[in-house]
Structures are given as structure tokens and as C-alpha cells.
């Protein structure tokens, strides 16, 4: 009876453990790494903050370097030289990488919709797309989102790249001195400054991707946007490390699903907010519904955006791309059923 009982005792004694086990994590193989990211200050980067603002990074074990580039064009090269381990930027740059025969890979997601918009100036003579042919077009730097995002949106309306010029103007006041200045006819960039030049009419906005309707009505399905992602062989090399970035920032998005504004307000560093607290409200508005709730990168938006990029990229050939390989969805998951 006494050896019945202590089987039993020791039974339940393993099953009360398993659950731990089945959640517990090693130490983070590289405890201090650096995150680049380009315009750190626009709401495309917002979980990213808020994870280094309320101490998520410190919680998982990790210092956490953040450095902050005028485009994620930048902030990839920074990642490609070896200057930084992880970007915080576009999901679309791990694709275009394939098709260059490099492999990096998305593991966590801060916005299911692109949060650009593209605005002409109030000045320049616009009545239809076909107007923008010889513009000078402001992204935050050439080969980033918003200039992804431009150039699918002229490809649409049966123009090309070529067809203007692209000028590199960042994301924060650089981008607004160069179209109320008029050193350029267009911008394709991130709130809040977009927001501010609409409020001001200094543009009109032709379209529109800071919301999931806006995102659909011009990529017809989901685009999945801002992320976290790095070297392949990074992530195989350092799973630790990687799934305490992604429980980090999927405690951000948990937080975002639950602060208000103001909180928002009180917890980013006082010059994100321009100078004009209230338009950085209005801007968070624009952009809320395009911050991902769960952080989950969806299989559709991976083949919306692979589409997206194909039809103005003749490097891109979609049957060569192994989309299995540009992200994954592991890290993430085990983040949500350790914070359930």
C-alpha cells in the first residue's frame, strides 16, 4: 500500500511539473544584442518602444541596443554588415532577400497593414495617378516600405519607377520641411507625419494603408508589415534569444490591446510626440486597427505580399521563392500560451 501510494504521490507530482517544462526556456544564448530599426519614432515601431519603455526586453533576460536608421533599408544593411543582430522593419525585405539568395526570417509581427499613406501636395497639379509621372517622390529612404509601397501603387496604375524620382527624407520633421518646402510633389511615409500634413493641407492623401479596409482595398488581402526578423542562421543559433524577443514584444502588443491613449502618451519618450500632443492622439487613432493583436505572421498576407512585390520586381520570381523559409509563427505561439 505504502509503495502504491508513493507511485501515485511521485505521478502526480510529475504531472503538476510538466506544465512548467513545457513552457521553460533557456537562458538567452546573446543577452546583450542590438536591434536596428528605421524612424524608431513612427507608430510602425510602436510595440518595439513600448517592449523597451516598460522593461520587456530586461524581464526576458536580454540588453537590448537599439538603433535607429532614417529608413529600414538602413537598418537591413545594418543587419547584413554585421553591425546589428535583428531588424525591426518589413516583413517584405525577408522575401526580396530570398530572391537575392539571402535568408533571413520573420518571427514576430508588430503591424498586420503597411500604416503608409501617400500624399500630394496641395500644390501640384494632380487629378489621377498618371499625374505623378516626373514627381518627385519623399519615402523615408530608398528600397524601404514606403518606397515599396509607391512603387506598387504607381505599378497599379500603369506606371513605373522610373516614371519619377524617389528621395530619401526620413520619417520625422526632415520628411515635413521637404514637402511644405517643395523640394519634392509627393510623400509616401508613416504617421505621425502624415496625419500632421493632412491636418495642416499640406497633402491629400491618394492612398491610404494605415488601416486593414485601406490595406485591402489596395493590396486586395492582408499585408503584413513591421516585424521583427534576422540572419536564418541567427534564429537556428540562437532560439533562446529569439523566443525572449518575441515574448517581449508580444507582451507589448498585449499592453497596446489594452492601454488608451494617454497611456500611449505617457509612456513614449516626449519627442515622438512632434512637439503637439494632440496630433500624435489623432495619428495613434489612424493606426491602431493596423498594430497586430497577437503578433501571428498570416499565410495569406506572406503570399499577398510576395504578389505585391512580383509585379513590380521582375527580380522576384514567385515560383523561386520558398515563402516556408521567410518567417514562422513558433516563437510567437509559445509566447501567447506562456502569457495566457
Known amino acids: 500500500m505504502r509503495r502504491r501510494f508513493l507511485a501515485c504521490t511521485l505521478a502526480a507530482t510529475a504531472l503538476a511539473v510538466v506544465p512548467f517544462a513545457v513552457h521553460a526556456q533557456g537562458k538567452p544564448e546573446k543577452p546583450k544584442l542590438t536591434i536596428a530599426v528605421g524612424g524608431k519614432a513612427a507608430f510602425y515601431y510602436l510595440p518595439l518602444t513600448i517592449a523597451e519603455q516598460l522593461g520587456y526586453f530586461k524581464e526576458q533576460g536580454l540588453n537590448v541596443e537599439i538603433l535607429d536608421f532614417a529608413g529600414g533599408s538602413a537598418a537591413l544593411r545594418a543587419v547584413v554588415g554585421g553591425s546589428a543582430d535583428v531588424v525591426s522593419g518589413a516583413y517584405e525585405h525577408t522575401i526580396s532577400l530570398q530572391a537575392s539568395n539571402q535568408y533571413f526570417k520573420a518571427f514576430v509581427l508588430q503591424g498586420r497593414a503597411p500604416q503608409i499613406a501617400i500624399g500630394v501636395s496641395t500644390k501640384a497639379k494632380y487629378s489621377s495617378p498618371a499625374d505623378m509621372k516626373g514627381m518627385k517622390i519623399g519615402v523615408s529612404a530608398p528600397g524601404s516600405s514606403t518606397n515599396m509601397v509607391a512603387n506598387y501603387f504607381l505599378s497599379k496604375h500603369g506606371l513605373k519607377a522610373s516614371d519619377v524620382s524617389y528621395v530619401g527624407v526620413g520619417t520625422g520633421n526632415g520628411a515635413i520641411a521637404a514637402i511644405e518646402s517643395g523640394q519634392i510633389d509627393a510623400l509616401s511615409n508613416v504617421d505621425p507625419v502624415m496625419t500632421m500634413l493632412e491636418q495642416r493641407g499640406t497633402v491629400k492623401i491618394v492612398a491610404d494603408t494605415r488601416t486593414l479596409k485601406g490595406t485591402e482595398a489596395l493590396f486586395g488581402g492582408p ?86 512585390l512580383a509585379s513590380f520586381n521582375p527580380k522576384i520570381q514567385p515560383e523561386k521563392i520558398d515563402l516556408s523559409r521567410t518567417y514562422t509563427n513558433e516563437f510567437t505561439r509559445k509566447a501567447l500560451a506562456a502569457l495566457k
Not at 244 to 270: C, F, N, R, Y
Not at 280 to 287: D, E, G, I, P, T
Request: proline letters at 8%; a neutral charge; charged letters at 20%.
Open 223 to 308: 499585408m503584413p508589415a513591421g516585424c521583427l526578423y534576422a540572419p536564418e542562421d541567427f534564429v537556428k543559433q540562437n532560439p533562446n534569444t529569439v523566443q525572449a524577443l518575441a515574448t517581449a514584444m508580444v507582451k507589448a502588443l498585449k499592453w497596446l490591446q489594452q492601454a488608451g491613449p494617454s497611456d500611449i502618451v505617457k509612456t513614449v519618450p516626449e519627442a515622438y510626440l512632434l512637439g503637439d500632443r494632440a496630433l500624435y492622439l489623432a495619428s495613434y487613432n489612424n493606426v491602431k486597427d493596423a498594430i497586430s493583436p497577437d503578433g501571428l505572421i498570416p499565410d495569406a498576407g506572406a503570399k499577398t505580399t510576395l504578389k505585391a
